[in-house]
């Protein structure tokens, strides 16, 4: 048994025994993540305080082959925090320091449980900024972010964590402590702090995290366009991108969104429009007053008919206000919901979001759409009720929706991660001996299989044997790659 | 006991890769136009060598969704002549590709240019890829979309990697539109001055896609904007009156001094000096230059990456020098008689990079002495 008392005390003497926790009713607290259909209750969580104690809890973990769950703010979507039976978690909320803001090299020094939000904060008396934004920035974290390769509505133009990560220091499942990236974009040989970005914690614990800076633009422009379809407004999407325009976010809603959110929030979306756009263009004057009114005829052209200009930043705060609720926003029009995150090449949009409306209909749910149109991510959000026994019809057809995004030649997840929610469907997106290279990968990392075992890749445990003929790959199908 | 001279493999599909790793036994080297081909550890003796650059050419381009899938022996140098059509780019102005460098071969180098500022290295444009590995797996990562999370991200795995993973043969990359309008903004003076100049500039509104200082007498800060035709003009008035002293808007061709420092070498030519790619914390650039007995440099003040051109014997204090202030280091090319380190101090996760690397490569058949004397 790992978990017997001696290892308790390890654990104990190492942190002071309170913070370690095992009193059932608290580790309850530690159950799930955001995916809250999954739960597993920790045998025992650990809220170290230093980098220096989260080495040590490993160390404990990896001498006595203990699994063992990192975890942020628990806002992930994948299941990709859900704690394991017999294992541990390890709390990182306690390392919430900005350790350096500094300013002439543009970048922060940041701890794993500082939030996203946190770091525009301290950045910004300085006309600096953190790229990245995911909706739940207010309260994820950055060392969440860089298990996740977080996104948000702004990486159309800014890019993802890992484009804004310099260095990261890494607790490795043995316990050593590696910096992986370095101060600029030189690195001593292969790029392993892009490895780590985005692998979900199933590669080592990250403690410490350098990022870029960007200089708050000169000026931002919104607008917030309504359209007479979906359809229209993917249009315009695609006209604006031909136009050489790179916005700096473009995001979609359908009906069913912008009733839930325009319920929540008041934020000033129309309420009989089929489709709605927020487009948002930042930079010098010169050259975003000049895209702005081409965007805005752009709108025109494919039967805009409301367009609302932010004239204030509050007013900007507000159109964003929206959009970023959407989710939660969806709970005032259905008992439950399930979110998912799907890619497809964006010129694929208006033919997938038909796909997806005819899977609704022939599973009697209904889905609203919220999405990143510029990139091509969709997050289609499946309403159904659980008192009247649709969970297992819902889960089908959110599955058949990220599956779909992949034979449309895109992919499972475009920021919320594989996690446990996804691991089996992996195979629909990879060969079998793209995983198996993956498994290699993450056993040059952990040989153990303590950290984070169970999530983003499949295993026969968690999605059953898979025998039998060759199945061709997605991509093949799609027309895109060869059988070799 | 005298080993056979190496053959050179050819091979024109990715099949015809997987084939040659698997038909040739032992150890091979991996090449694509050759630009790079003594960059960082000295190759150490193969049997044969992988030669990529008959792998070519252009297999999707979707204008629509900004997105190519090139073979990767394809020269940058024509994949963006194909794209111009479109109005479209590889977002990378590595020196070398000039010289016919190709795509697998700047990513396997981590090579970028001055526009990294902006548009960020090879790790950042790649989305997805196809390699071949020792036992003849062709591994896919990545995909076809510019925003994806699903799975461990090969790419970067590869990304700096000088083939000791196995070659790539097929490379998915993310596109640009190309500008309306690029300008040039240069001051003369030294690279201290250089330094001060840029620290207004990245401070400022004006957002520059690059700001490279290029070593002469007394020297030369270049900055690059780019934008629509119409405003373009005032902002390239804004930032000259921000710059003051002599700064004016010259013509793009100042970029090509820059390109000649950093593309190495044609490998006929021995060179005269080492050169040295160095990175560090932008801030400490300028000094950290200014100290080494370099002949020739470029140095992006804003990025921290500066190539610098030094006598043979001065490459182990360069790599100490760097080491220093918490930099990385590599030798590029080099006069072939020279005997000097290539890379500085091993990084700490050397031990991890050896266990991926017996993960994949467990015979060390591909690229040997590439990252020598680490493993």
């Given amino acids: ?484 | 006991m005298t080993r056979a001279a190496p053959t050179t493999l050819r091979p024109t599909t990715p099949k015809e890769v997987r084939d040659a790793v698997l038909d040739t036994p032992g150890r091979l080297a991996i090449s694509g136009a050759g630009t790079a081909r003594h960059w960082a550890g000295r190759p150490a003796e193969v049997d044969a060598t992988l030669d990529l650059s008959a792998l070519t050419g252009v297999i999707t381009h979707n204008p629509g969704d900004m997105t190519v899938s090139v073979h990767a022996g394809t020269p940058v140098r024509d994949l963006q002549a194909e794209l111009a059509g479109h109005g479209q780019r590889l977002a990378l102005d590595a020196g070398r590709i000039g010289r016919g460098a190709t795509v697998g071969g700047l990513l396997a180098t981590a090579d970028a240019g001055p526009s990294s500022l902006v548009y960020g290295a090879m790790r950042d444009l790649v989305i997805g890829t196809t390699s071949v590995l020792a036992d003849g797996t062709m591994v896919r990562s990545g995909g076809h979309v510019i925003k994806n999370v699903a799975g461990y991200d090969m790419a970067k795995l590869l990304h700096g990697s000088y083939g000791t993973f196995g070659p790539l043969v097929e490379v998915v990359l993310r596109l640009h539109p190309v500008p309306k309008a690029t300008a040039c903004v240069a001051v003369d003076g030294p690279v201290a001055d250089a330094a001060r100049h840029t620290a207004a500039v990245v401070s400022s509104p004006l957002e520059p896609i690059a700001v490279e200082w290029v070593s002469g007498d007394p020297g030369r800060l270049l900055i690059r904007l780019e934008g629509g035709v119409d405003t373009l003009p005032g902002r390239v008035g804004r930032l000259v009156d921000l710059l003051g002293d002599d700064a004016r808007e010259i013509g793009d061709d100042a970029w090509s001094g820059h390109a000649a420092l950093t593309a190495g070498q044609p490998s006929t030519d021995a060179p005269e000096g080492a050169v040295v790619r160095i990175g560090c914390a932008p801030a400490r650039l300028a000094s950290l230059v200014a100290e080494l007995p370099a002949t020739g440099v470029t140095a992006g003040l804003a990025t921290g990456v500066a190539t610098v051109t030094v006598p043979g014997a001065a490459v182990a204090e360069v790599h100490d020098a760097v080491a220093a202030v918490g930099g990385t280091s590599v030798l590029r090319d080099r006069p072939d008689a020279l005997d000097a380190p290539a890379w500085g101090p091993a990084p700490s996760a050397l031990a991890l990079l050896k266990a991926i690397k017996t993960q994949l490569d467990p015979g060390a058949r591909f690229a040997p002495g590439r990252f020598d004397p680490w493993m």
């Fill in chain 1, 1 to 484: 048994m790992p978990l017997d008392a001696p290892v308790r005390e390890e654990f104990a003497a190492l942190l002071g025994p309170a913070d370690v926790i095992d009193d059932p009713v608290r580790t309850r607290a530690y159950e799930c993540d955001g995916l809250t259909g999954n739960r597993v209750v920790p045998e025992l969580v650990l809220l170290p305080r230093t980098a220096e104690d989260v080495a040590g809890c490993v160390r404990i973990c990896a001498r006595h082959r203990i699994p063992f769950v990192a975890r942020g703010a628990g806002t992930g979507l994948s299941g990709g925090a859900l704690p394991v039976a017999d294992g541990v978690v390890i709390g990182l909320n306690r390392l919430d320091r900005v350790l350096e803001i500094d300013v002439e090299n543009r970048r922060a020094v940041l701890e794993p449980g500082v939030t996203n939000l946190e770091i525009t904060a301290a950045a910004s008396p300085h006309g600096l900024y953190y790229a990245p934004d995911p909706s739940s920035q207010q309260v994820c974290t950055i060392g969440g972010n860089v298990a996740e390769n977080s996104g948000g509505a702004h990486c159309l133009k800014y890019g993802f964590t890992t484009n804004h990560v310099l260095s990261i220091e890494v607790v490795l499942p043995d316990g050593s402590v590696v910096t992986l990236g370095s101060d600029s974009m030189e690195q001593q040989g292969p790029d392993l702090r892009g490895v780590f970005l985005g692998s979900e914690g199933t590669l080592g614990v990250v403690t410490k995290i350098t990022v870029r800076l960007l200089r708050t633009p000169e000026v931002m422009r919104t607008l917030l366009a309504d359209f007479p379809s979906v359809a229209a407004g993917g249009q315009v999407v695609s006209d604006i991108v031909a136009a050489g325009i790179v916005p700096a976010a473009v995001e979609m809603m359908d009906a069913l969104a912008i009733e839930a959110a325009e319920g929540a929030t008041g934020a000033g979306y129309s309420l009989d429009t089929p489709a709605a756009l927020v487009v948002e263009l930042d930079g010098t004057v010169e050259e975003c007053d000049e895209q702005f009114a081409l965007v805005k005829d752009i709108c025109d052209r494919h039967g805009c008919t409301r367009l609302h200009v932010a004239g204030s930043p509050e007013e900007r705060a507000n159109i964003w206000r929206g959009r970023k609720a959407a989710f939660a926003a969806v709970g005032r029009i259905s008992p439950d919901y399930i979110v998912q995150d799907g890619v497809v090449p964006r010129t694929r949009l208006a033919e997938v979001l038909e796909r997806i409306s005819g899977m609704g209909d022939e599973a009697g749910l209904r889905v609203a759409n919220v999405f990143h149109a510029g990139d091509g991510n969709l997050h289609p959000l499946v309403l159904f009720s659980a008192a009247d026994g649709e969970t297992e019809r819902a889960e089908h057809l959110s599955a058949g929706i990220a599956e779909l995004c992949v034979e449309m030649g895109g992919s499972l997840s475009g920021e919320h991660g594989i996690g446990t929610d996804k691991a089996c469907s992996m195979p629909k997106m990879f060969g079998e001996d793209d995983l198996a290279v993956m498994n290699r990968i993450r056993a040059g990392f952990d040989p153990d299989h303590i950290c984070n075992p169970g999530k983003l890749l499949p295993t026969p445990r968690l999605c059953g044997e898979k025998p039998g003929r060759y199945r061709p790959h997605p991509l093949e199908e799609a027309g895109l790659i060869d059988r070799l």
